[in-house]
């Protein structure tokens, strides 16, 4: 009988705005109480204003600059130069950029909405030292901000990496890449080793599936799981060299690890050799079945050459 909650669409809703697993449901909470905060503290940018308009005030300023950040991750983490910096650094030098694009919002959108509704008595002109005192204002703090949000997550693939450390596990070779990868033709398989060099040696580099967790990734394989910062795209693009299959906008799967297609009412469920289970959306379900059926179909052909070529070919 299945475990799962009868009313699906609000368990998945819940499960994506958990802010203890999720990171979108994070930066909401985190971007709720920081309004909150500064809403009730009345800081000067807000003073004189009622708490109802310093809450929306707040509200519209932080969650400006939070889209605004996430934005910079996103697409800076897109970019190689980028992507192969320490995480810690990518998340300051996104933190930096992500105020230099609030500061212009800020600017241009929201202080002048603020002067027309009477929420501003002044307003910055638009002009190079308008921007300078707009990020002389908030640029530090913004930084500040993003590096805060992300430490959490920082300090856990910190952890990853230094429980790797503790333990002294071996470096992996090209022997623990998966067997498909490895047929490929020379430099195919280089983005698929970058992204097995960023998982913790504990877990292994057999990977289950993938899902994206906005700009971080969290990695499945048959030992375990890791969070890593690096793109859906660039990691799908990577795994491209395994027979996979994207079943949802933020999961991937690995069709040789897949067991089972579940339904529960209208949903669909790709179960997992681990035991992990995903959802697949409507996009991607006929393209999953027919990958499953051509794997199946791929290794009944298999067995049945061992078969008829006899007990001696046992290579």
Known sequence: ????????????????????????????????????????????????????????????????ALFLFELAQIHLGRIAVF????????????????AFLFAVFNLLVLDRVAFLTGDLSDVEPISI????????????TSVLFWVLLNSPRLIIIAQQKDTDIADQLPTPDVTQVPPDAAKT???AGRPLHDLLS????????NIVAISAELHYLRVYTLSGEALILMSFGHAVEALGVIPGQRIHRSHWVALDHVVAIDSDRDR??????????????????TTLRAAIAARDERRVQHTA???SAGPNASR
Do not use: Q
Request: with cysteine.
């Open 268 to 285: 669909i469920f790709c179960r997992l050799e681990t035991g992990l289970e995903l959802p697949v959306s409507r996009t991607y379900r």
């Open 198 to 205: 960023r998982l913790p040696r504990r877990i292994g580099t």
């Open 129 to 140: 030292p308008g921007l300078l005192e707009e990020l002389r204002d908030s640029g530090a």
């Open 83 to 98: 992507e192969r910096l320490p995480p810690l650094l990518l998340v300051v030098t996104v933190g930096v950029v992500g």
């Open 1 to 64: 009988m299945s475990s799962r909650s009868k009313l699906p669409t609000l368990d998945s809703l819940v499960a994506r705005i958990d802010p203890r697993n999720s990171w979108t449901g994070y930066l909401i909470a985190a971007g709720t109480l920081l309004s909150v905060g500064l809403a009730i503290s009345e800081p000067s940018a807000s003073d004189g204003l009622g708490l109802s308009a310093r809450l929306v005030f707040w509200l519209a300023h932080v969650a400006s």
């Open 185 to 187: 033709p020379a430099g």
């Open 305 to 307: 050459r061992k078969m």
